[in-house]
């Protein structure tokens, strides 16, 4: 499975931007799929998490309410729409996929190359 991270860039704080991460390969409909981040200096975490079927996501405290995961699974492709950026939300942004779902680094089977986002006060 290839994953192709996209959408990333420069924004003002406040400001909107939304990710995508298109699958390919020998995907398969029941991967759970989800994002990380790195920002510099600080370990990879974990941002937000779609179920195979796209009825359960999940959210770090850090983002909650403020971006959205979401998933077209007939175009296996993962969406994470982040509105009300702020400065700390600047990282390079990995897409990943697994099996036992992609809510945590140990869970994830396949890493996308990331994406940066930065956000600018």
């Known amino acids: 499975v290839q994953l192709q991270a996209s959408g990333g860039g420069l924004v003002q704080a406040g400001g909107s931007l939304r990710l995508s991460c298109a699958a390919s390969g020998r995907t398969r409909s029941n991967y759970g799929m989800g994002w990380f981040r790195r920002a510099p200096g600080k370990e990879r975490e974990f941002v937000a998490a779609?179920?195979?079927?796209?009825?359960?996501?999940r959210y770090s405290d850090s983002v909650k309410g403020r971006f959205t995961i979401s998933r077209d699974s007939a175009k296996n492709t993962v969406y994470l729409q982040m509105n009300s950026l702020k400065p700390e939300d600047t990282a390079v942004y990995y897409c990943?996929?697994?099996?036992?779902?992609?809510?945590?680094?140990?869970?994830?089977?396949?890493w996308g190359k990331g994406t940066q986002v930065t956000v600018s006060s």
């Open positions: 779609v179920s195979w079927s796209g009825e359960s996501t």
């Open positions: 990943a996929a697994g099996l036992r779902g992609a809510w945590a680094t140990t869970t994830v089977d396949y």
